[in-house]
């Protein structure tokens, strides 16, 4: 009987349930590890080496000394927690290095290295309340991470970073659109990461190409709830000489805090699919990567790469003044500093739209990271347009500008696969991740925010056609007060006008707006 069988009502109503976003729900924003043994880092000295000079590449030509308290600067002002706050309603809130997609931070740090001094070989977790590293194993790891990246490398480098992603952190607000955001995230790491190993002078590069299986294997995670992203070898090899991979016995996976989470089959499948299995794999899908010209870039006195971390806070509102076409040179050089990575660089590319530049005309623009320079791509105002593009957020509509970066998928998953689209989240997450910093050292704001996908696209086209925004960031002067403004853009009532079969004067309605 159509009428009788209420299963229908009782599956819809599961799937329809907001215990998603439930507070009581909200998964903890920090790992734990009961009754392992944690080694304290020294106190991380803040990096005095101007920012944008940070951003912009090495220090020197020769590597500095890799040691305990280099490490501890590095994962500090990577991921660390950099101060606190106490609200009346929100209570305490604990403020990390590197900006997080609605400060949920779902990526972990994790250490695999050779003997420092004070620090013995094995693997270990980072903590960022404590600074502190949680030991997972004794032993020198080096050659098992050698062969898991077939990269001999890792073997003779004194150490080498590997983040993960706890996905529910993300999906547990942003449902199965978090897997994005985790590689966001991780971009938005590791450009502090590349900046103080930068200052620090450091060649740091990324590795995304490895086999899944045995990296979660060696830091002992649960591949279904924390899967690895990346790895980020420190210090110079020692040469390459034969290793031996070590047993590798089950191990404490660690306290995440929950014990379900919603699935989400898209983003576990594309996960899924963009395994490699085994090192010849990875062999052969390093072996299709394009090398990308590096680009040096003059750069102008900033603050201090510490400083512009520790004071660094996604902004909540932005006065709308302009800033200099000089200031705005300098974040987009910033964005597009080349980066050494297995997947080439050069994935995103961004483009612009400019409400308020001295010596900018307001327009679409579109940006050349080879030449430095600014394409027009129309002119006019179009801050009603970035506001509604950016989500309908008053803060696209009053920044000063607002950076998308586009990237070319149907390329990058030729040469790349599916694993591709993990690159190009990754590489457009670092380059978001340089404009803050970017921002901050010349006394700027910058946010990243959600976006209509498709109305984007369109938006930029002709000239954008067939690309996709992987992130965006809005910049210019905070302001004041600090927090969120009401908005709602022309566009936005029109859609619902519409919507409702509004009758009268039909206003005309750009192809555009129609892609979201």
Same mark, same amino acid.
């Given at each position: 009987?159509?009428?009788?069988?209420?299963?229908?009502?009782?599956?819809?109503?599961?799937?329809?349930?907001?215990?998603?976003?439930?507070?009581?729900?909200?998964?903890?924003?920090?790992?734990?590890?009961a009754g392992l043994k944690q080694v304290s880092l020294p106190e991380p000295p803040p990096p005095e080496t101007p920012a944008l000079k940070a951003v912009a590449g090495p220090t020197s030509a020769t590597a500095g000394r890799l040691?305990?308290?280099?490490?501890?600067?590095?994962?500090?002002?990577?991921?660390?927690?950099?101060?606190?706050?106490?609200?009346?309603?929100?209570?305490?809130?604990?403020?990390?290095?590197?900006?997080?997609?609605?400060?949920?931070?779902?990526?972990?740090?994790?250490?695999?290295?050779?003997?420092?001094?004070?620090?013995?070989?094995?693997?270990?977790?980072?903590?960022?309340?404590?600074?502190?590293?949680?030991?997972?194993?004794?032993?020198?790891?080096?050659?098992?991470?050698?062969?898991?990246?077939?990269?001999?490398?890792?073997?003779?480098?004194?150490?080498?970073?590997?983040?993960?992603?706890?996905?529910?952190?993300?999906?547990?607000?942003?449902?199965?659109?978090?897997?994005?955001?985790?590689?966001?995230?991780?971009?938005?790491?590791?450009?502090?990461?590349?900046?103080?190993?930068?200052?620090?002078?450091?060649?740091?590069?990324?590795?995304?190409?490895?086999?899944?299986?045995?990296?979660?294997?060696?830091?002992?995670?649960?591949?279904?709830?924390?899967?690895?992203?990346?790895?980020?070898?420190?210090?110079?090899?020692?040469?390459?000489?034969?290793?031996?991979?070590?047993?590798?016995?089950?191990?404490?996976? /660690?306290? #995440?805090? $929950?014990?379900? &989470?919603?699935?989400?089959?898209? @983003?576990?499948?594309?996960?899924?699919? *963009?395994? +490699?299995?085994?090192?010849?794999?990875?062999?052969?899908?390093?072996?299709?990567?394009?090398?990308?010209?590096?680009?040096?870039?003059?750069?102008?006195?900033?603050?201090?790469?510490?400083?512009?971390?520790?004071?660094?806070?996604?902004?909540?509102?932005?006065?709308?003044?302009?800033?200099?076409?000089?200031?705005?040179?300098?974040?987009?050089?910033?964005?597009?500093?080349?980066?050494?990575?297995?997947?080439?660089?050069?994935?995103?590319?961004?483009?612009?739209?400019?409400?308020?530049?001295?010596?900018?005309?307001?327009?679409?623009?579109?940006?050349?990271?080879?030449?430095?320079?600014?394409?027009?791509?129309?002119?006019?105002?179009?801050?009603?347009?970035? /506001?509604? #593009?950016? $989500?309908?957020? &008053?803060?696209?509509?009053?920044? @000063?500008?607002?950076?998308?970066?586009? *990237?070319? +998928?149907?390329?990058?998953?030729?040469?790349?696969?599916?694993?591709?689209?993990?690159?190009?989240?990754?590489?457009?997450?670092?380059?978001?991740?340089?404009?803050?910093?970017?921002?901050?050292?010349?006394?700027?704001?910058?946010?990243?925010?959600?976006?209509?996908?498709?109305?984007?696209?369109?938006?930029?086209?002709?000239?954008?056609?067939?690309?996709?925004?992987?992130?965006?960031?809005?910049?210019?002067?905070?302001?004041?007060?600090?927090?969120?403004?009401?908005?709602?853009?022309?566009?936005?009532?029109?859609?619902?006008?519409?919507?409702?079969?509004?009758?009268?004067?039909?206003?005309?309605?750009?192809?555009?707006?129609?892609?979201?």
């Open positions: 009987m159509a009428n009788g069988d209420i299963q229908a009502v009782q599956a819809f109503h599961d799937v329809t349930k907001l215990s998603y976003i439930n507070l009581l729900t909200k998964p903890p924003l920090y790992k734990s590890y040691d305990l308290e280099a490490v501890s600067q590095l994962l500090h002002y990577s991921a660390g927690l950099i101060r606190k706050s106490n609200s009346a309603t929100a209570g305490e809130v604990h403020y990390r290095a590197a900006a997080s997609a609605g400060a949920l931070y779902p990526i972990e740090l994790y250490l695999v290295c050779g003997d420092f001094h004070g620090l013995a070989a094995g693997v270990y977790h980072y903590a960022p309340a404590d600074n502190a590293l949680t030991q997972l194993r004794e032993g020198d790891f080096r050659g098992n991470l050698a062969a898991a990246a077939a990269d001999d490398s890792l073997a003779t480098v004194l150490a080498t970073i590997v983040s993960t992603a706890v996905f529910w952190r993300s999906a547990w607000k942003y449902r199965t659109r978090g897997y994005r955001y985790c590689f966001w995230d991780n971009g938005t790491v590791f450009a502090n990461l590349l900046a103080t190993a930068n200052s620090l002078g450091q060649q740091a590069r990324f590795l995304t190409g490895f086999v899944d299986r045995d990296v979660d294997q060696i830091l002992g995670v649960e591949s279904e709830q924390e899967a690895s992203t990346c790895l980020v070898p420190l210090g110079a090899a020692g040469g390459l000489r034969p290793y031996v991979a070590r047993a590798l016995s089950a191990i404490d996976s /660690g306290d #995440l805090g $929950f014990t379900e &989470a919603i699935t989400y089959p898209e @983003s576990d499948l594309l996960h899924a699919e *963009a395994r +490699l299995d085994s090192p010849q794999q990875v062999s052969d899908w390093r072996g299709h990567v394009h090398r990308f010209e590096d680009i040096r870039i003059p750069v102008v006195p900033s603050e201090p790469l510490g400083k512009a971390i520790v004071e660094r806070g996604s902004t909540r509102r932005f006065a709308r003044e302009p800033i200099s076409k000089e200031q705005l040179s300098e974040l987009l050089a910033a964005s597009s500093t080349p980066m050494t990575a297995d997947f080439g660089f050069g994935l995103s590319e961004p483009y612009l739209i400019v409400n308020a530049v001295n010596g900018v005309s307001p327009g679409a623009y579109h940006y050349s990271r080879q030449s430095g320079e600014l394409e027009l791509l129309k002119e006019g105002d179009f801050r009603a347009e970035a /506001g509604h #593009l950016c $989500f309908e957020q &008053a803060l696209g509509a009053d920044a @000063s500008a607002v950076v998308f970066f586009l *990237a070319d +998928l149907e390329s990058a998953l030729g040469r790349l696969g599916n694993r591709g689209y993990r690159a190009a989240q990754l590489e457009a997450g670092v380059m978001g991740g340089n404009v803050y910093i970017a921002a901050h050292s010349l006394g700027l704001g910058a946010t990243g925010m959600t976006f209509f996908d498709d109305a984007v696209t369109a938006f930029f086209s002709p000239h954008a056609a067939g690309k996709s925004l992987m992130f965006l960031v809005g910049l210019g002067r905070t302001g004041i007060p600090n927090r969120v403004r009401p908005f709602r853009s022309k566009y936005g009532a029109l859609k619902d006008s519409l919507a409702r079969g509004a009758s009268g004067e039909r206003r005309p309605v750009p192809d555009w707006l129609y892609s979201n």
